[in-house]
Every structure is written in structure tokens, then in C-alpha cells.
């Protein structure tokens, strides 16, 4: 996960490199060009980047985007070429897989197949993260069905949403999902609503509690350092903050620990646990000890039934 944090840190620098590479040190033809690139002018910034480059420019930005010109214009063939010379010149770590990518596209457009996907590892390869493009450009229309570009695609997801594919992360699914809520052993009166949510690309589960007496939410997470659950909880009544820590899902359920203070001033221990009693089911529940766990004391007892 490091290692995927500083991948992406290093990448993102590039290409804010590559921004700042269109209004800093460059000549003043290329910014023309490039203010009716960014117009998507593509004719005229087609001519004005020919004129500005010529033969011998380095320039590796100004090629690409020749070439992306010349790709809307539908001149796929100069297109293909000056993304070619571009990744010829050394360029920023974060333009290499657009510049792949975009040949991609064409050699799609082409039905040139074998290409397509040299080109699409290559983009993968370093760094291509738009996947969402893989889900909705008609240019790879034909080769979607393929299962060679469903593999790719699939690839560009996991580096992108890394929690979707880890099984540990997966764990607590089965709490996602909109939820009447009941006292244990009952099925009325419905004592509260709860709405459990996959956010952050299935890196957490977001808990939106709410009944009569108290509203609340908790972020459901694995703990990086521990690598076991945690659950952060903030409640709408008084002393409503509570962690709870080391959870793991075993025989059926998903088990955390806390500790805190009664009113007293005493240390109590407890445990909460959500067992995944069955599909669309889910029992909710939270003991406490004062003696160091020779006793114990249930605080609550719910069972969950996922609203139809």
C-alpha cells in the first residue's frame, strides 16, 4: 500500500510537472499553439504546432498534443506518428501513459488488434489510471468484448480501487445496506433505521444511524497499523465518541473491543460484535465488563432486517 502511495505521489508530481511545462520556458509560437489547443481549436493548433516544433524540437508535451490534434481531426496516421516521436524524447513519467494510451485508441480505431494491446500494456505498464476512459470511449468498441481488454480493464481497476480486489477488505460487506432495526427476540416496535454505505472505493463502510433517540455515524476501516478493523464512532448524545478496535471476522462475525469509563470514573472492557446471522439478517451486539472480563453486562442487542 506504501509503495502504491508513493507510486501515485510521484506520478501526480509529474504531471504537474507537465503543467507547469505549458506556461513556464516556453517559446512564445508554442503558447499560441497551446492556447488553441486548450481551446480545442484543433485545426489551427495543428498548424501552429507544426510551424513551432519543425523538425528538431525536443519538445515532448508539444508533440503529443500535435499529435492529439491531429487524432480529433481524424488523421490518424500523423496522429500515431507524433505520439511516437514524443515518447521518443524522453518525456515525463506522466505523459508516457497518455502518450500510450492514445495510440491505443487509434490502433483500435484501426482494428489493429495486436497493437492495441502492446499499447494498452505499455500504458498500463506506466502508470495509466483512467479506466473509467476503458468503460466509455467508443474508440475501443472493438475490442471491448475481448478478453484480453477485459483483463486490462480490470487491471486499471485494481490499481485504481486496490480495496475492491482485497478479500480482507471485503469482510464486512455484509453489513452494506439499508436496514430496519429491532430489539433482539422482537420485531416490533423498529427501534432505529441504519444505512451502511461502500465509500471511498471500498476502503471503508460509512454507517448512518437514526432513531428517536439518537442519531449517529461511524467509518468503518481497516487500521493500517494493526491491519484489523476499526470502527469510529460519533453518536448525537452525551460522551457519544467511541473507538472500536482489533476486529476481525471469525465464525461468522465481524468481533471488535473498546475500552472506556463509566460514570464513575471506572475502566470498563467490552466487546461488540455483528454476526452475519444469515442474507439480509444481522445481529448486532455489545456487552461490557467492570471486572476484567469475569462478568458480563449486555448493553444493547439489535437485529438488523435489510429493507426490501
Known amino acids: 500500500m506504501k509503495h502504491r502511495l508513493l507510486q501515485q505521489f510521484f506520478l501526480s508530481l509529474s504531471l504537474c510537472w507537465l503543467l507547469l511545462q505549458t506556461v513556464i520556458g516556453q517559446s512564445p509560437a508554442i503558447r499560441k499553439a497551446d492556447s488553441l489547443f486548450f481551446a480545442k481549436d484543433w485545426a489551427n493548433a495543428k498548424v501552429a504546432y507544426a510551424a513551432a516544433l519543425g523538425d528538431t524540437s525536443t519538445n515532448a508535451i508539444a508533440w503529443n498534443r500535435l499529435g492529439f490534434a491531429n487524432y480529433n481531426l481524424a488523421y490518424y496516421d500523423a496522429a500515431l506518428k507524433y505520439y511516437e516521436r514524443s515518447l521518443t524524447l524522453n518525456p515525463p513519467a506522466g505523459l508516457k501513459p497518455i502518450a500510450y494510451a492514445r495510440i491505443a485508441k487509434i490502433y483500435a480505431l484501426k482494428n489493429d488488434k495486436q497493437k492495441t494491446f502492446t499499447a494498452l500494456d505499455s500504458a498500463v505498464n506506466n502508470g495509466y489510471l483512467t479506466f473509467k476512459e476503458l468503460d466509455t470511449l467508443t474508440d475501443f468498441n472493438s475490442i471491448r468484448d475481448d478478453e484480453r481488454f477485459k483483463n486490462i480493464r480490470q487491471k486499471v481497476y485494481a490499481k485504481v480501487y486496490p480495496c475492491m480486489a482485497n478479500t480482507h477488505a471485503r469482510e464486512f460487506d455484509f453489513w452494506i445496506g439499508?436496514?430496519?432495526?429491532?430489539?433482539?427476540?422482537?420485531?416490533?416496535?423498529?427501534?432505529?433505521?441504519?444505512?451502511?454505505?461502500?465509500?471511498?472505493?471500498?476502503?471503508?463502510?460509512?454507517?448512518?444511524?437514526?432513531?428517536?433517540?439518537?442519531?449517529?455515524?461511524?467509518?468503518?476501516?481497516?487500521?493500517?497499523?494493526?491491519?484489523?478493523?476499526?470502527?469510529?464512532?460519533?453518536?448525537?448524545?452525551?460522551?457519544?465518541?467511541?473507538?472500536?478496535?482489533?476486529?476481525?471476522?471469525?465464525?461468522?462475525?465481524?468481533?471488535?473491543?473498546?475500552?472506556?469509563?463509566?460514570?464513575?470514573?471506572?475502566?470498563?472492557?467490552?466487546?461488540?460484535?455483528?454476526?452475519?446471522?444469515?442474507?439480509?439478517?444481522v445481529r448486532q451486539f455489545n456487552e461490557t465488563s467492570t471486572d476484567g472480563g469475569k462478568t458480563w453486562t449486555t448493553s444493547y442487542d439489535f437485529t438488523y432486517i435489510r429493507k426490501k
Not at 471511498?200 to 468503518?220: F, H, M, P, R, V
Request: hydrophobic share 35%.
Open 178 to 281: 439499508e436496514w430496519d432495526v429491532y430489539q433482539t427476540g422482537t420485531m416490533q416496535p423498529v427501534v432505529g433505521h441504519s444505512l451502511i454505505q461502500m465509500i471511498s472505493g471500498g476502503c471503508a463502510l460509512l454507517e448512518n444511524w437514526d432513531s428517536q433517540a439518537s442519531t449517529g455515524k461511524s467509518i468503518n476501516f481497516i487500521d493500517p497499523v494493526t491491519n484489523k478493523w476499526k470502527q469510529s464512532w460519533s453518536g448525537s448524545y452525551a460522551n457519544g465518541n467511541q473507538e472500536f478496535v482489533n476486529g476481525e471476522y471469525k465464525d461468522g462475525a465481524m468481533r471488535f473491543t473498546f475500552e472506556t469509563l463509566n460514570a464513575q470514573g471506572q475502566k470498563i472492557i467490552g466487546r461488540f460484535i455483528f454476526y452475519n446471522e444469515k442474507p439480509g439478517q
